[in-house]
T-cell receptor, first 111, second 117 residues
Framework: KQEVTQIPAALSVPEGENLVLNCSFT??????LQWFRQDPGKGLTSLLL?????REQTSGRLNASLDKSSGRSTLYIAASQPGDSATYLC??????????FGKGMKLTVNP | DTGVSQDPRHKITKRGQNVTFRCDPI?????LYWYRQTLGQGPEFLTY????????KSRLLSDRFSAERPKGSFSTLEIQRTEQGDSAMYLC???????????????FGEGSRLTVL
């Protein structure tokens, strides 16, 4: 059974810092990995998707990497801003064609 | 493209009542998923459809839960005889079929929050 872990559960940083969010998964046989952002009481916004054949994806200040063999992904946020404050969720899709999520990491960026 | 739409956004009900949620996916998306999220947890898979066919149901989906997607367009999730443990955010997502879009990227709606008193 696939399990996804995100550590730490929460992080508070001053504005301007470069951040690395970690995600680990137990079964390396994945189809893709997706990072989402969730604001309080809201739905999920897709940030980046990395297919199993890819090593990384970039969008603006965000860069996500994938190391299937070690079961790890990182989301890098450059020059963090207060508007980046949210919960960040990592999810993997295996052969079952459904996403398995981590519990998320709550990020607070202080002005 | 207006994104995935869910209705209602909030529902407060008394234990034992029935509730129904509706999801309208992105128009060209054949796949539609339902997830449930409780406070402090990641979303958990409930069920998914490819067009009108319900392809998989989680063991989380007890007999009190039923989902439909008539005509392969919008979907409804009904919970009968609600219990306090059903209180959660119910999230709908949609995606394109594969291999049309190989990424399988999921797009989520804003969710329907259920509170059972």
């Amino acid at each position: 059974k696939q399990e996804v872990t995100q550590i730490p559960a929460a992080l508070s940083v001053p504005e301007g810092e470069n951040l690395v969010l970690n995600c680990s998964f137990t079964d390396s046989a994945i189809y893709n990995l997706q990072w989402f952002r969730q604001d309080p009481g809201k739905g999920l916004t897709s940030l980046l998707l990395i297919q199993s054949s890819q090593r990384e994806q970039t969008s603006g200040r965000l860069n996500a990497s994938l190391d299937k063999s070690s079961g790890r992904s990182t989301l890098y946020i450059a020059a963090s801003q207060p508007g980046d404050s949210a919960t960040y969720l990592c999810a993997v899709e295996g052969g079952s064609e459904k996403l398995v999520f981590g519990k998320g990491m709550k990020l607070t960026v202080n002005p | 493209d207006t994104g995935v739409s869910q209705d209602p956004r909030h529902k407060i009900t008394k234990r034992g009542q029935n509730v129904t949620f509706r999801c309208d996916p992105i128009s060209e998306h054949n796949r539609l998923y339902w997830y449930r999220q409780t406070l402090g947890q990641g979303p958990e898979f409930l069920t998914y459809f490819q067009n009108e066919a319900q392809l998989e149901k989680s063991r989380l989906l007890s007999d009190r839960f039923s989902a439909e997607r008539p005509k392969g367009s919008f979907s409804t999730l009904e919970i009968q005889r609600t219990e306090q443990g059903d209180s959660a955010m119910y999230l709908c997502a949609s995606s394109r079929d594969r291999p049309i879009a190989n990424t399988g990227e999921l797009f989520f709606g804003e969710g329907s929050r259920l509170t059972v008193l």
